[in-house]
Each structure stands twice: as structure tokens, then as C-alpha cells.
């Protein structure tokens, strides 16, 4: 069921949160509160906005805002998201370039995009699981939303933020979504959405899908003993934002636009080619695949599928660390040995090409490069379906 979620300004919140009462569950008495609260934001289920106040409440100057270090939201500048040509998505890359912004417990990333000021707005941001040398690791989203004088005017719960499996053409991550309604007086809405992290939640861990242990309970089978994957929380990641919008002031909506802080990348880029290496590595996997399952040896191809999930993970994990550097400041990647195998050699090819991409500040070509490797794993994915 999807109910109305009120937003109250933040001066009369405190009272509100503080004592417990949002916290209680109940339709009747989310019904009972519908009539004194706004803005409105729609999420699923009957639980508020959990709003407490990490943030000071000032009014933010309009001032540039790229890679630079924040006191507070006093200062901050809420730029545009510039989605591709006829989309609705936009990828944005979090790294050591992204703007910090103070708080009590230390320094956070942050990404602050506008919001449409009229219509009704679904919002979906997705945080995807990348590789950080050899462990996994996704940025965990907090997300706020300021009104016009940069006072939080509401926070998505917890609630809203959940683990979402990894698919044929989704790959693993976290996903928050909520609907924000600004048919509603103009000094009441929501303008500006604040997506950061924080020092507990960074000190989290998101626990991931087992492959074998999945596979085991889709066939009807004892799954074997081995423990679930975790991907701990940090400070870089790689973000899809997506918003759709409708309602009765849709006409009016401006295109939602990315902070000069976090490059979004949004080029309309063309179907990437598929060269004769990744025939060659799509080609391995496939077969390494299908021998094992036609063979009865399904931890083998469950070995195979791992492995080249790996290779996925450390070559966007290479992307994002390197993204938005210098040719100068450029890591190059290490090269593999002789105990790497197959896989070494495949991710060193994966990383170099970036490198390459990146040093001639052919950034959408280096992304490409990443969906190209991703498009292959989508594929041996599939063959587990069959």
C-alpha cells in the first residue's frame, strides 16, 4: 500500500521526533497526522520521514562547489543532473575528487541535485557494489531534502533503503526509493536533494547474495556451508540516479539536472563494439560455463561465474578511484603474475584500456569499457537460466 508520508518544517519537527511518536506503528495514527503536516513525500508503507538534524539549518549560497571541503550546508550549491537524450537515468561517480562537507564526526562526500519545483517525482537512486583491492564495497546513501532556504524539510528512512539482487541487466547494489509530491505551496517544497554518508553508516556492511548457496536453494538442494559475501561501506562509489515524473504540473517541471562537484556520466553514447579480446574473454566464460553445468559440476561453473564477477567489480572499482584525475595523477594498474591465471590478465587489459581512455581524457569511452566487461557477465548470467 503506498500512503501519503508528511514532511514537516524543521522547527516543529524536533518536538514531534524526539518523543517517539513517529516512531510508533499503526495506519490510524499515520492517518490521524495527514492533516497538519507538510510537504508531502510518498514512500511505501506507513512510517515518517525520519528527520533528525545532522545538518545546521542556513541558508546555502549559491557558489561553486567542485571538489571542495564544506564547514556546513551554508555555501553549498545545488546544481543541475543533465540526463542522456530521452532518458530518465544518469550515472554519477563518487570518489577522492567528490566535495566533502563537515560534520560533527568527521568529513562526508556529498552529491546535492535539484528537484523539479513542480509535479509529482519518483526518485530512485542505486548504489552499485564495486572492488576495492580485494573486498567489496558500496557508498551507503543518506539522503535529505532541502526546501529553497536550505532548511531539511525531510529525510528518507532506512527503511527506504534496501538490497537489491543482482540481475541480467541490473547489477548488485542497494536501492532507495521515494516519490516527492511539490504540488503544494512554493515555499513548502522540496528543491534541492542531499545524498551523503555518514561515520556509522560507513561503519556498516551490506551482506550479499551467495551464488552457490542461491543456485543450491533454487534447485532444491542442501546448500553448502560457506558464509554470505559482504560489501562494506566506504566513501567511493558508482551511482544511477533515476527520476520519472507525472502529475498535473509535469508541463511545467524542469529537466532534473549534477553537481559540478560529482561529474555525471550522462553523454549519449553510442552502442559500445565489442572487440576481438572481449569475443575472446565472453567466449572462455560461456564455455567454462556450459561444460560444468552440462557436466553435473555445478560449483564449477558457479567458480566461473564468481570469477568473472571479480573481474567486473575491480575493473569499476579501477574506474571510479581513477576517474576524474589528471593524466598526471593517473594510478596505473598493476600488473598481474603468474599466479593471477586467466583472470589476472583479463582485469589488466580491462584496467589498462581505461588507464588508456583516461589519460586521454576519453572519459565516456573509459565507461564504455566498463559496460563492456558488465555485458559479458550478463550473458554467463543467463546461461543459468537456461
Known amino acids: 500500500m503506498t500512503v501519503l508520508v508528511p514532511l514537516k518544517r524543521m522547527s516543529a519537527l524536533t518536538t514531534l521526533f524526539t518523543t517517539g511518536k513517529a516512531g510508533r506503528s499503526g495506519a490510524r495514527r499515520c492517518y490521524k497526522r495527514l492533516w497538519m503536516l507538510a510537504p508531502f513525500v510518498f514512500l511505501t508503507g506507513c512510517s515518517y520521514l525520519d528527520i533528525h538534524d545532522t545538518f545546521q539549518e542556513e541558508t546555502p549560497e549559491q557558489v561553486e562547489s567542485e571538489g571542495k571541503l564544506y564547514d556546513s550546508i551554508k555555501g553549498i550549491k545545488c546544481q543541475s543532473l543533465k540526463f542522456p537524450e530521452g532518458k530518465s537515468r ?31 517525482h519518483k526518485v530512485i537512486i542505486d548504489s ?28 528518507v528512512p532506512k527503511s527506504q533503503v534496501k538490497y537489491r539482487k543482482p540481475g541480467f541487466t541490473t547489477p548488485e547494489g542497494i536501492e532507495a526509493q521515494f516519490v516527492v509530491d511539490n504540488r503544494i505551496p512554493s515555499a513548502e517544497r522540496a528543491t534541492c536533494m542531499l545524498i551523503y554518508t555518514t561515520d556509522a553508516l560507513r561503519q556498516g556492511k551490506t551482506t550479499l547474495i551467495n551464488e552457490q548457496v542461491a543456485f543450491a536453494k533454487a534447485r532444491g538442494v542442501v546448500p553448502p556451508p560457506v ?16 527520476m520519472k515524473s507525472s502529475g498535473a504540473f509535469t508541463s511545467e517541471v524542469v529537466p532534473l539536472p549534477v553537481a559540478t562537484s560529482m561529474t ?13 579480446f572481449s569475443k575472446e574473454v565472453k567466449q572462455h566464460y560461456v564455455d567454462a560455463v556450459n561444460k560444468s553445468l552440462k557436466s553435473g559440476s555445478i560449483s564449477h561453473a558457479l567458480d566461473a561465474r564468481s570469477e568473472l564477477r571479480n573481474i567486473v567489480r575491480a575493473t569499476e572499482g579501477y574506474f571510479v578511484s581513477q576517474y576524474g584525475k589528471s593524466a598526471e595523477q593517473l594510478s596505473a594498474p598493476k600488473a598481474p603474475d603468474n599466479k ?40 554467463v548470467d543467463q546461461l543459468f537460466n537456461k
Open 128 to 155: 552499485y557494489v564495486i572492488k576495492e583491492g580485494d573486498q567489496e564495497a558500496l557508498f551507503y546513501p543518506e539522503i535529505v531534502l532541502l526546501d529553497k532556504k536550505g532548511s531539511i524539510v525531510g529525510r
Open 90 to 120: 544518469a550515472r554519477v561517480v563518487v570518489n577522492e575528487f567528490t566535495s566533502r562537507l563537515k560534520q560533527p564526526s568527521g568529513e562526508t562526500p556529498f552529491l546535492a541535485f535539484k528537484l523539479p519545483e513542480t509535479g509529482v
Open 340 to 379: 593471477a591465471g586467466y583472470a589476472g590478465k583479463v582485469l589488466y587489459h580491462y584496467q589498462m584500456q581505461i588507464a588508456d581512455h583516461l589519460k586521454s581524457g576519453q572519459g565516456a569511452a573509459a565507461l564504455q569499457t566498463v559496460d563492456q566487461v558488465k555485458s559479458i557477465q550478463e550473458e
Open 227 to 242: 558464509p554470505d559475501p559482504v560489501a562494506l561501506h566506504g566513501i567511493q562509489g558508482h551511482l544511477g540516479i533515476t
Open 264 to 276: 555525471a556520466l550522462t553523454a549519449d553514447l553510442p552502442p559500445a563494439v565489442e572487440d576481438s
